[in-house]
C-alpha cells in the first residue's frame, strides 16, 4: 500500500471508515489545477484494501486525463466505496446519505456522479447530504439524469474515426465489432450500431443481459472465454479495466480496440504492445468522455441534450484525430500521445 501512494503523482486521497456498514470510503483527488476534481462514485466489494486504492488511484488520474483532452475546466478525482457483500437497501442507502455528508464538507474540492455501481437515483439519496456537489441526478430531482447515452454516442463516433483511418471512411455498415459488456453503455452502444448497420459480436456474464441483449435481430453471443481469440474489425471493451495486458493482447484478432471501459491498460506499457502488433487503440480517457462532459455541460452550462451530443461527438472526433496524428508524427503510442496532450493542458502550457 505504501509503494502505491508513493508513485501516485496526485494532491489529496480521503479516507474514511464507515463503522456502520463496514464499507470503506476513499476519495482520490489527482488534479484541481483546472478546477474543481470530478468523477463519479464507484461501489462495489473488492478483495483488499489495497485492490481498492489502486482502482480510485488510477480512475482519479484518468479522470483529469480526460477532462482535459475535453478541454473542460474540471479537475480528476474519483471515489471508491468498498462495500461488504452482504450490505442491505437500508444500509446501504445509509451509507450513501453519510458519504454525501463527506461530499458536502470538502465543500466542493471533489464533486461527483455515478459510476460502476451507482445510478443517478443512487446521486439523488447522495444529494440529500451532498448538495450541491452531485452530479447526474434523476430528472426528476432537477439532475441530467443516466450518463450512459451519452457515453455511447460518443464511443459510436469513436469507432468512426477508427474506421476512418483504418478503412479511409468512418462508415461503419459491415464492419464485424465486438462489444465486450453489454450494460449500461455496451448495451446502448450495441443498439447504435446495429442501427448503423454494423455486424455485432457481443459478450457479457449476466444471464438476464445476455437474453435481452441476444433479441436485437443481428447480434450474436460470444462466451466470455472466447473473446481475446475471436476475429473481429474492431474490440470494443465496455465492462471493467485492466483487460488489455501481456497474456490478452496476444490473443486478440482485431485491427483496432475501441471501447467505454476505464483503464483498459493493465500498464501503461501494454500500449505499446499493440502498437507493435499494428493494433489502433483507442485510448479510453478520449473515446469515454461523452458521459462526463454531458452531465457537466447539461448541469453547469446550459446545454440542452442535442448540445450535449454535438459538443461530445465533435470533441472525441478532434481529438482521436490529433492523438492518431501525434503518435504517427512522434512513432509513439497513441496512449502515450493522448498522455502528452493532457499532461500539457494540466500543466497549464
Known amino acids: 500500500m505504501e509503494a502505491l501512494l508513493k508513485a501516485w503523482d496526485g494532491e489529496r486521497i480521503i479516507i474514511e471508515f464507515d463503522w456502520p456498514t463496514g464499507a470503506w470510503i476513499i476519495i482520490a483527488i489527482h488534479s484541481t489545477r483546472r478546477g474543481p476534481a470530478g468523477g463519479g462514485t464507484r461501489m462495489k466489494p473488492y478483495s483488499t484494501m489495497e485492490a481498492a486504492m489502486a482502482d480510485a488511484l488510477e480512475l482519479a488520474r484518468s479522470m483529469s486525463y480526460k477532462f482535459a483532452c475535453a478541454d473542460m475546466s474540471r479537475g480528476g478525482g474519483k471515489a471508491v466505496i468498498a462495500v461488504p457483500p452482504d450490505l442491505t437497501p437500508q444500509a446501504r442507502a445509509d451509507l450513501l446519505r453519510r458519504y454525501g455528508a463527506l461530499i458536502h464538507q470538502l465543500g466542493g474540492m471533489f464533486q461527483t456522479g455515478p459510476d460502476v455501481g451507482t445510478s443517478s437515483a443512487d446521486m439523488d439519496i447522495i444529494a440529500e447530504s451532498g448538495a450541491p456537489y452531485v452530479f447526474g441526478r434523476t430528472v426528476q430531482a432537477g439532475g441530467a439524469g443516466d450518463s450512459g447515452p451519452a457515453t455511447a454516442i460518443g464511443v459510436l463516433h469513436g469507432i468512426g474515426v477508427v474506421c476512418q483511418q483504418l478503412f479511409g471512411t468512418s462508415a461503419l455498415a459491415g464492419r464485424r465489432i465486438l462489444v465486450q459488456g453489454a450494460g449500461s453503455v455496451g448495451g446502448r452502444l450495441i443498439r447504435l450500431l446495429r442501427e448503423a448497420n454494423a455486424s455485432v459480436l457481443f459478450s457479457d456474464v449476466d444471464e438476464a443481459t445476455i437474453r435481452q441483449i441476444r433479441e436485437i435481430p443481428g447480434v450474436s453471443f460470444v462466451p466470455p472465454e472466447e473473446v481475446y481469440d475471436m476475429p473481429c474489425d474492431i474490440f470494443a471493451p465496455c465492462a471493467l479495466g485492466g483487460i488489455l495486458n501481456q497474456e490478452t493482447i496476444p490473443r486478440l484478432k482485431c485491427r483496432a480496440v475501441a471501447g467505454s471501459a476505464n483503464n483498459q491498460l493493465a500498464r501503461p506499457e501494454d500500449a ?44 472525441i472526433e478532434h481529438m482521436l484525430r490529433q492523438t492518431f496524428d501525434l503518435a504517427a508524427a512522434r512513432n509513439i503510442s497513441t496512449a502515450d500521445a493522448a498522455r502528452s496532450v493532457a499532461e500539457t493542458r494540466l500543466s497549464g502550457h
Not at 493494433?279 to 447539461?298: E, Q
Open 272 to 315: 505499446e504492445l499493440l502498437r507493435k502488433r499494428g493494433i489502433l487503440y483507442a485510448p479510453d480517457f478520449v473515446i469515454n468522455v461523452g458521459g462526463a462532459m454531458a452531465i457537466v455541460g447539461m448541469e453547469t452550462m446550459g446545454w440542452s441534450e442535442a448540445e450535449a451530443n454535438t459538443h461530445v461527438t465533435q470533441n
